[in-house]
């Protein structure tokens, strides 16, 4: 198994950057395609970005591409997401989640494992 806990969250105004990171413990960190999701209040929880277990392949949402860079440290066992260009419709609970497998979609059904998540707001 392998345990994640989500960092970086807090209220940053719009136009705004934040870096939010996850680290892992238990498991191999490095054996995981990682993501990220977001669950804005009364909505579905939504994929936001994933990552290959090298690094080297990245995958975003629409909504996000061009705005947030994920990235990983397997050394350190950190996943990162550095968000600029924020928007007040970015504001959710962001999670890290880790999956056995790179998808083809990436869906909160198919992970294996996940953070708590760390709130970010985007005020106006």
């Known amino acids: 198994q392998v345990q994640l806990v989500e960092s970086g969250g807090g209220l940053v105004q719009a136009g705004g950057s934040l870096r939010l990171s996850c680290a892992a413990s238990?498991?191999?960190?490095?054996?995981?395609?990682m993501h990220w999701f977001r669950q804005a209040p009364g909505k579905q929880r939504e994929f936001v970005a994933r990552i290959s277990v090298s690094g080297g392949l990245s995958y975003y949402s629409d909504f996000v591409a061009g705005r947030f860079t994920i990235s990983r440290d397997n050394a350190g066992n950190t996943l990162y997401l550095q968000m600029n260009s924020l928007k007040p419709e970015d504001t959710a609970v962001y999670y890290c989640?880790?999956?056995?497998?790179?998808?083809?979609?990436?869906?909160?059904?198919?992970?294996?494992?996940w953070g708590k998540g760390t709130l970010v707001t985007v005020s106006s």
């Open positions: 989640a880790a999956d056995d497998r790179y998808r083809v979609t990436s869906t909160a059904y198919d992970m294996k494992y």
């Open positions: 238990g498991s191999t960190f490095s054996n995981y395609v």
